[in-house]
């Protein structure tokens, strides 16, 4: 028997936002996937992201960390692609 998928929250920022129309997801992954997982699936969805893959940092639960950190339920991911202010 398979485990269980678990669910997280993807929080959307910048051109993930712009492709996607809503400031957050909830997507389901098998337990420990790792964090870019998440990114992979969003470019795979909307290829015209693929030129932020190399340059977008990952957090999870307020703290950045490494793309292979992996998911646990309830996680709240971000993606978050260089920006500029002014």
């Not at 959307?12 to 699936?41: C, I, K, N």
Request: hydrophobic share 45%; glycine share 6%; charged share 20%.
């Amino acid at each position: 028997m398979s485990e269980p998928s678990i669910a997280v929250t993807v929080k959307l920022f910048a051109a993930y936002q712009e492709a996607y129309g809503v400031p957050e997801l909830v997507l389901e992954f098998p337990p420990g996937t790792p964090v870019v997982a998440v990114r992979d699936r969003l470019i795979a969805e909307h290829p015209e992201l693929d030129c932020w893959r190399d340059i977008t940092r990952f957090g999870i639960n307020l703290d950045f960390v490494d793309p292979q950190t992996p998911l646990q339920a309830g996680d709240e991911v971000v993606l978050i692609p260089p920006v500029s202010g002014g």
